[in-house]
């Protein structure tokens, strides 16, 4: 009787360890197929026409093309996946094994991204490829590599400019007052509080209908994405004042990189690379598209800059106080 109930323990236990095993390996092998293919989850928070989601299927196609279609690479974009902040997240533990995101989003898992979100920072598109390029572009690729989160490649994402429903924006002292939904950055945020503006957060799937019942005023982001979200139609003033270069990344779960094989990780980042490329010139094309679109709709565009005025520099003044010259330095003195 004793034996009998020694065995039906161990029995137990041993179904226990085994279901627990299988758990355990359940995140890994969902990758590959039962013909042996390697299938990976990018996160693409923008809509299918976006120039960092033609980028994302570019590659994905480069990567099947390279690996023979046995590493098959799924997009899922319009934010089928989460937010930005939720999908770094899922991609430090391995649940996503890639995305597109804002160096932005990276903040508050390296304080290095923070310096490239500061207004003027770069003085324009040259200069950000070449600090990008450099040593404060490889710093931040090591600190991230440090939180499980590996840099394939570096995306294009313009200048921010901002938009809003009442008025034209001609000078900083227009900005006082208005709700604006600024990009979550902390630098953004303190920039348009010293400004005078209040500040509303608002999803992205809510900002149609919250600038036309006039819950917020304005938001910032660039002119693509003004346009592909038709928020024109509501809020017709633009300001075109490139305060902001803040580059996008392809991103890899450092789990899922690890987990690859040598001759894999080398076909994901190689294909990584080739697609900036054709991500770069799909935005340069757009954005010129854009403009000319919403000239012909008769959207009041106002192109300034702001980073000779008085008023911009006395709200600038606290927020490039706060980080270290010799860190400042390494950027706006780069030639």
């Avoid at 394939?152 to 007052?177: H, M, V």
């Avoid at 580059?247 to 890899?252: R, V």
């Avoid at 094309?285 to 702001?306: A, Q, R």
């Avoid at 008023?311 to 270290?324: C, G, R």
Wanted: proline share 3%; with cysteine; charged share 20%.
């Amino acid at each position: 009787m004793q034996k009998s109930k020694l065995f039906n323990k161990l029995l137990l236990l041993l179904l226990v360890l085994l279901f627990i095993s299988g758990c355990g390996n359940k995140a890994e092998d969902y990758r590959i197929t039962n013909q042996n293919k390697i299938i990976l989850r990018l996160a693409e928070t923008r809509s299918p026409n976006y120039p960092s989601s033609q980028g994302a299927k570019e590659f994905a196609k480069l990567v099947e093309q390279k690996s023979a279609g046995r590493i098959k690479v799924m997009v899922y974009d319009s934010g089928r996946l989460g937010d930005e902040i939720s999908v770094i997240e899922q991609v430090q533990f391995g649940g996503i094994d890639l995305a597109r995101v804002s160096v932005a989003s990276l903040v508050r898992y390296s304080p290095k991204a923070k310096i490239m979100t500061l207004p003027y920072v770069f003085k324009n598109s040259v200069h950000m490829w070449q600090v990008l390029s450099g040593p404060v572009g490889n710093d931040l690729i090591e600190s991230l590599l440090k939180e499980k989160i590996t840099c394939l490649t570096w995306y294009e994402a313009g200048t921010q400019g901002f938009y809003n429903s009442k008025r034209p924006i001609n000078s900083i002292d227009d900005i006082k007052g208005l709700k604006i939904n600024a990009q979550q950055s902390q630098v953004s945020i303190d920039w348009y509080l010293y400004l005078g503006a209040s500040l509303v957060s608002t999803k992205a799937s809510d900002l149609y209908s919250a600038l036309q019942v006039r819950s917020i005023d304005g938001v910032e982001d660039n002119i693509i994405a003004y346009y592909l979200s038709r928020h024109y139609e509501v809020a017709p003033f633009f300001t075109y004042d490139e305060h902001a270069r803040i580059p996008d990344m392809i991103i890899a779960s450092r789990g899922t990189m690890l987990h690859l094989s040598q001759n894999d990780r080398a076909i994901i980042e190689q294909a990584a690379k080739e697609s900036a490329i054709k991500q770069k010139q799909a935005w340069y094309e757009m954005e010129k598209e854009v403009l000319k679109h919403l000239h012909d709709l008769g959207v009041n565009i106002v192109y300034t800059n702001y980073q000779s005025s008085e008023s911009f520099l006395s709200a600038v003044e606290p927020i490039y106080n706060s980080f270290k010259k010799e860190d400042l330095a390494t950027i706006v003195n780069l030639n």
